[in-house]
């Protein structure tokens, strides 16, 4: 039988198979970000199915992170009933389940929070300059945002968090030299650029402890000209794993980069 059929663990975490359901927005949560029945239903019928490892659509870890509507939120307290209901159904069809941790940066829907959207730098597009430039007190304040959430998924009874590093979205736009065009320790090399993700990582395990698993999603590369390269993300993979990552998926593609787009045939562009 193929090895996807076998039993495997990351940490603690035992999983049935090799099958990861990567992580994709469903559209089913309720306007405010909350979790809803039918997106439970969605999750556990993915685990009734045989999913070894279920990673939840991006929840958004603060509101001017938030990237579309109906998505998942995992900025407040108020969060936790919703998604401890939605561990338990999927643990109760067999399965696990982990929470992807997101920030839109500069792509944050402006028109659902009324928040200004921030990233590395301003967004130069087509039609004109996006966002403003993140100071350091917004980059301290995203990394403590993703552990807070982190540390909320971990109570709710996730079993591992994934840090949402491609298509990009806030950390990936710090990752590459496309959007990250900052003078600062934050910008430069792929060590200045891997900062703030290898901080977010470092919060998080602040927040959750060593045993819990802590997964990742990079992007092998930007698909676009001045974009992350290959060479990069294996620099960046390497700095993540010597501060304590668990797992590494692997993706590609950002909202501009044509075809090679991370949802490649639909319409959609998380
Ligand atoms: C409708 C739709 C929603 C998606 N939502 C997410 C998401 O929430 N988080 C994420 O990391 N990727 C999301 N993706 C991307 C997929 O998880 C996956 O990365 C993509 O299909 C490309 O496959 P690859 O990563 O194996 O190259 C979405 C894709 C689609 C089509």
Redesign the pocket.
Known sequence: MSELFESTAIKDMVLANRFVR??????LAADDGAVTPRLIDVQAQLALGGVGLV????AYVSREGQALSW?LGVDSDGSIPGLTAMADAVHAAGGKIAL?L?HAGSRGAFQISGIEPMGPSVMETDSGPVGREMTIGDIEEAADAFARAAARARGAGFDAV?I?A??GYLLSQYLSPYFNKRKDDYGGGIENRARLPVEVLKAIRKAVGSAFPVLI?LN?EDFLPGGLTVQEMIEAAVMLEEAGIDAI?????TFLSGKNK?????T?D?
Not at 22 to 27: D, L, P, R
Not at 55 to 58: K, Y
Not at 249 to 253: A, F, L, N, T, W
Request: hydrophobic share 20%; aromatic share 4%.
């Open positions: 990567s992580a994709t927005w469903e559209g990673i939840s659509g991006h998505q992807q997101a994934q949402h491609a298509h999603k092998s998926e692997i993706s590609g593609g991370p949802s490649r045939t639909g959609q998380p």
